[in-house]
T-cell receptor, first 107, second 116 residues
Framework: EDKVVQSPLSLVVHEGDTVTLNCSYEVTNFRSLLWYKQEKKAPTFLFMLTSSGIEKKSGRLSSILDKKELFSILNITATQTGDSAVYLCEGNEKLTFGTGTRLTIIP | NAGVTQTPKFQVLKTGQSMTLQCAQDMNHNSMYWYRQDPGMGLRLIYYSASEGTTDKGEVPNGYNVSRLNKREFSLRLESAAPSQTSVYFC???????????????FGSGTRLTVV
């Protein structure tokens, strides 16, 4: 059975801090790992990772995949209150989501 | 550019009633999905359609049926609603199911369903 585990479950930091969110996966036929941000409504796509060691970057957010150790991290630098959200990762092929990390940024 | 449109946004049903949740996408995506999201459980896949004309069960298909009406539309039907089906339902679409394409999955804004 495919499994995606995210840690920590929740995280509270001050504005300006850097955070690292973790996602480990056990999927039978890995194709890609995806990260999403969910605020009040629907998840919005952040990154798709298919290859080990290649960092994807968008502004203050970056992510990298380790296919050997079966995990991915999402880094957010210089956090802002607008980064407060639930961050979800998803492993293919069974389209399995983790339960998410709830990130709260204190001004 | 509407993306993925779900209707209705809210619904209250009595136990045993039936209803259909509608989903339409205008991005010419091949694949469409239905997820439910419950507190502490994350998103769980109910059914998906990898391409027009095909549908497959996800993690939690019991109590649901789907129809891929055409490339744009993918509906989810509850034949006899139960309180355990109280949840937020999301429809999503993507270029293909295995990598999500360059932009991952695009989600609709969700349907909050309460079964009493």
């Amino acid at each position: 059975e495919d499994k995606v585990v995210q840690s920590p479950l929740s995280l509270v930091v001050h504005e300006g801090d850097t955070v690292t969110l973790n996602c480990s996966y056990e999927v039978t036929n890995f194709r890609s790992l995806l990260w999403y941000k969910q605020e009040k409504k629907a998840p919005t796509f952040l990154f798709m990772l298919t290859s080990s060691g290649i960092e994807k970057k968008s502004g203050r957010l970056s992510s990298i995949l380790d296919k050997k150790e079966l995990f991915s991290i999402l880094n957010i630098t210089a956090t802002q209150t607008g980064d407060s959200a639930v961050y979800l990762c998803e492993g293919n092929e069974k389209l399995t989501f983790g339960t998410g990390t709830r990130l709260t940024i204190i001004p | 550019n509407a993306g993925v449109t779900q209707t209705p946004k809210f619904q209250v049903l009595k136990t045993g009633q039936s209803m259909t949740l509608q989903c339409a996408q205008d991005m010419n995506h091949n694949s469409m999905y239905w997820y439910r999201q419950d507190p502490g459980m994350g998103l769980r896949l109910i059914y998906y359609s990898a391409s027009e004309g095909t549908t497959d069960k996800g993690e939690v298909p019991n109590g649901y049926n789907v129809s891929r009406l055409n490339k744009r539309e993918f509906s989810l039907r509850l034949e006899s609603a139960a309180p355990s089906q109280t949840s937020v339902y999301f429809c999503a679409s993507s270029e293909n199911p295995w990598t999500g394409g360059d932009y991952g999955y695009t989600f609709g804004s969700g349907t909050r369903l309460t079964v009493v």
